[in-house]
């Protein structure tokens, strides 16, 4: 299995406005902030393996020879204690759900193929992760009680997401307007871009 | 005042002290803010700086009286603090865990709590609607839940009073609730994203408005007109959104209210005679008490309770204001359920504040053979950030891989529609105290809550009309899906001690100088957002308040 993006908005880019009102001091220090990954100090080297295939399997980058790199922001949040808000009586907090999540889906992979989840093809690791989001554990135990969906989709996706969206490769790739301020936008009405914006996207089916 | 160097993170040490506060309109300036001592006994205390504390604080220094109101949150320059940048923008909200089970148990940070000096409005979306009038008395008139303890006429009044603090911008004519006055501002250009519910609208014959938002369409004061830049989800870094923080709370400093930025409080004290007699609070790396004759609790319908809770003593065992076991009670949300669409044209929702066009068809229409729900329900136009947006996808459908980077490459040309649906008033739908404590040693709040019968029939009505009107529109590709937004009750008011926990002045039944003030107070939710509701009613509790004092009845 070949895998393949097709970006509509191919070379458009919102860091092509860096120099522009369209961002200010601030932003462009949260942004610089942003481009240094920052050290592991959270995960151990086993959890950082399977942290390392989840968010690829995630958020797969064939195109790109430097992809976005998610993990070590991860790494970062939990180290810093960074919550939601937000703990179901039913989870522990983000840092052990994580620790017991990657634990679990290493578990899944080794009692279906004998490997750890890091080791898989891509095909074999998709398809884990899709039996464990419809509930279908080959090693229930490993889990010891964190609901598998809640944890793929809710600690697990939700957090890659939108480590890779507020990336400007994220934000460029889906024509986003990225950075806006003190310059907004102006044309707001159907099929109206400003200047600034991106290009119409290349779309197949239009 | 001086544009020196900016001095501190807003988040590391308070700026509003030294007889100073945060001019909210500069990048580093400064405003004179009167200062109280610890020991003076000052006539108000108040908890929390958001709808509810920061308009009552300034009725009540307009007044004379002597306030001090303390939030958790920082206090932020928007123009220098505020990044286009989600997570970034993330401090804004209480972050802090809160412990959340029952049946559909509440997502709470980011998606309805605030944590700074404005409260959740430094966040919210500016959408400004009144209730409909019928529901200040839903029991006697439409047949469920309960009456309000005030009427709706003075309600009215108070709707016109804090639209034009607020400055709401909004449309010439408004469809729907009695005739009303205009909006302050003219309405906006309604965003491609509205112009969806706009043709939806029309094609399945219900009306439909420019939504009335309070983000100024032309210059006010310091404030300019909105620039269209759509993260007001995350901060308005231009001050075109009239948030608290830049219109209640620099008219409570010119009075003379006091604030105190990243103070928790953590308990209001009692004294002998079973009055309040001020609070605890934690800042700058220690504990203190500020004396007061009237404590006021304004933490919104999650901290509220839990500080009464937490305040719990001899007298009290179960905590303050709970003799008859209402504290924390009767939490509602709203139902946030939405319906997405892919459209043919490029849409770019990012432009403009998010919700652009409104329909309140099914607040108002109570005869539709298909209506099965009491109760109402609004509806507006989307226009979610990114990492949002990709947040919902996932949570929402599992995806991941090539097939979720495939669906989000499709956001520019992404629509939908998302209610703000009434859920009922239900006791077992609650604030308690959890084991577990905070950093500052208290028990933290947990949150129990489920939807009834009508909740659901209310949600599954909305989501069959709104996949209709997307289709209408053009949309193909629908995906539903299901959350919750805004908190309403909690610490109720009423006509009847046994069922609330204050009367309609926000006074405690049990303590007679304990205040609450905010959305905590709400008996009803309403099928409208709450914002501007609890603006309303609290400045309708200053007034009151500022009349007993002048007849020594306070
Ligand atoms: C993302 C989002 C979008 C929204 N959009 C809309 C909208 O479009 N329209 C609308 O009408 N409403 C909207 N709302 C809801 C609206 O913001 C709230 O209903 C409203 O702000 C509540 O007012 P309040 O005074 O009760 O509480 P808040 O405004 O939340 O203020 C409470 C304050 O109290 C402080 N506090 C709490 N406990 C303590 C303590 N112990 N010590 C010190 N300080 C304390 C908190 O830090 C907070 O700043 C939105 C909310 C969110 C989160
Ligand atoms: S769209 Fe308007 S109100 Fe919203 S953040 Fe931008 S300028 Fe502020």
């Known amino acids: 299995m070949t895998e393949r993006f097709s970006a509509p908005y191919r070379g458009y880019d919102v860091l092509d406005k860096w120099d522009t009102p369209s961002f200010n001091d601030q932003t462009r220090r949260v942004l610089r902030g942003r481009m240094d990954p920052p050290p592991r100090r959270f995960f151990s080297d086993t959890e950082w393996r399977v942290l390392l295939a989840l968010c690829a399997r995630a958020m797969p980058q064939p195109e790109r020879t430097d992809p976005v790199a998610m993990a070590p922001f991860i790494d970062a949040d939990l180290h810093a204690g960074r919550g939601t808000g937000t703990r179901r009586a039913d989870m522990p907090e983000p840092g052990a759900a994580w620790r017991r999540g990657l634990a679990a889906l290493d578990a899944e992979a080794v009692a279906r193929h004998g490997r750890g989840f890091a080791d898989l093809d891509a095909a074999a690791a998709n398809a884990i992760l899709r039996a464990v989001d419809s509930g279908d554990l080959a090693d229930p135990a490993a889990w010891d009680g964190l609901p598998a969906q809640r944890f793929l989709r809710e600690t697990a996706l939700k957090h890659i997401v939108s480590i890779y969206y507020s990336q400007p490769q994220g934000m460029s790739e889906i024509g986003y307007g990225g950075p806006a301020s003190p310059r907004g936008y102006v044309r707001l009405g159907t099929d109206r871009i400003d200047p600034w914006e991106a290009p119409h996207g290349q779309w197949p089916d239009r | ?554």
């Open chain 2, 1 to 554: 005042m001086s544009a020196g160097a900016v001095s501190h993170v807003a988040e590391d040490r308070p700026r509003a002290t030294g007889g100073r506060a945060p001019d909210v309109f500069s990048r580093s300036g400064w405003v004179p803010m009167r200062e109280h001592a610890l020991g003076d006994e000052v006539d108000f205390a108040i908890v929390g700086s958001g709808c509810g504390g920061a308009v009552l604080a300034t009725k009540l220094a307009e007044a004379g009286h002597s306030v001090v109101m303390f939030d958790a949150g920082p206090f932020w320059r928007p123009l220098s603090d505020f990044a286009s940048d989600e997570r970034e923008q993330d401090k804004l909200y209480w972050l802090d865990p809160r412990v959340s089970d029952g049946d559909d148990p509440l997502e709470l940070g980011a998606n309805n709590s605030g944590r700074n000096v404005g409260g959740s409005t430094t966040h919210f979306q500016m959408v400004s609607l009144r209730f409909r009038p019928d529901w200040f008395k839903s029991r006697s008139k439409l047949g469920y839940a309960v009456d309000w303890p005030v009427d709706w006429h003075e309600m009215w009044h108070y709707y016109a009073e804090a639209e034009r603090a607020m400055a709401i911008s909004g449309p010439i004519s408004y469809p729907w609730g009695p005739k009303r006055g205009r909006y302050p501002y003219r309405e906006h250009e309604v965003n491609a994203a509205g112009l969806v519910l706009a043709r939806g609208a029309e094609a399945l014959g219900v009306a439909w408005a420019p939504t009335p938002l309070a983000t100024v369409s032309a210059p006010r004061g310091k404030s300019p007109p909105c620039v269209y830049r759509g993260m007001c989800k995350i901060g308005c870094s231009t001050n075109a959104k009239q948030s608290m923080l830049v219109t209640y709370i620099p008219r409570a400093l010119a009075a003379g209210a006091e604030i105190r930025d990243l103070a928790m409080v953590g308990r209001i004290d009692t004294g002998p005679d079973g009055r309040v007699t001020g609070v605890e609070f934690h800042r700058d790396g220690g504990w203190h008490v500020q004396r007061a004759r009237n404590v006021v609790v304004a933490g919104y319908s999650i901290e509220t309770p839990r500080l009464l809770l937490n305040s719990a003593c001899g007298r009290y065992p179960n905590g303050l204001a709970n003799g008859s076991d209402q504290v924390g009670r009767y939490l509602m949300v709203h139902s946030n359920h939405a319906v997405w669409a892919e459209m043919d044209e490029e849409i770019r929702w990012y432009k403009g504040p998010p919700s652009m066009a409104c329909c309140e068809h099914w607040n108002y229409d109570d005869d539709d053979p298909s209506r099965d729900f009491h109760g109402g329900y609004s509806f507006m136009s989307q226009g979610p950030l990114p990492g949002d947006f990709a947040g919902t996808l996932v949570t929402a459908t599992g995806a991941f891989g090539l097939d979720l980077r495939e669906r989000m490459a499709r956001y520019n040309r992404m629509a939908g529609l998302k209610i703000v649906g009434e859920t009922m008033p239900q006791a077992d739908n609650r604030v308690t105290l959890s084991d577990e404590k905070d950093g500052f040693g208290l028990p933290r709040a947990r949150i129990t809550f489920g939807y009834c019968d009508n909740d659901r029939r209310l949600y599954r009505h909305s989501l069959r009309f709104m996949s209709r009107m997307l289709q209408a529109a053009g949309g193909h590709d629908l995906l539903e899906t299901s959350s919750t937004a805004h908190l309403m009750g909690g610490c109720r008011m009423g006509s009847d001690p046994e069922t609330s926990v204050t009367d309609a002045n926000g006074r405690s039944w049990e303590i007679p100088n304990l205040w609450i003030c905010d959305g905590s107070l709400m008996p009803t939710a309403g099928g409208v957002n709450p914002a501007l509701t609890i603006v309303a009613n609290a400045a309708r509790i200053g007034d009151r308040i500022v009349a007993m004092g002048r007849k020594g009845t306070i």
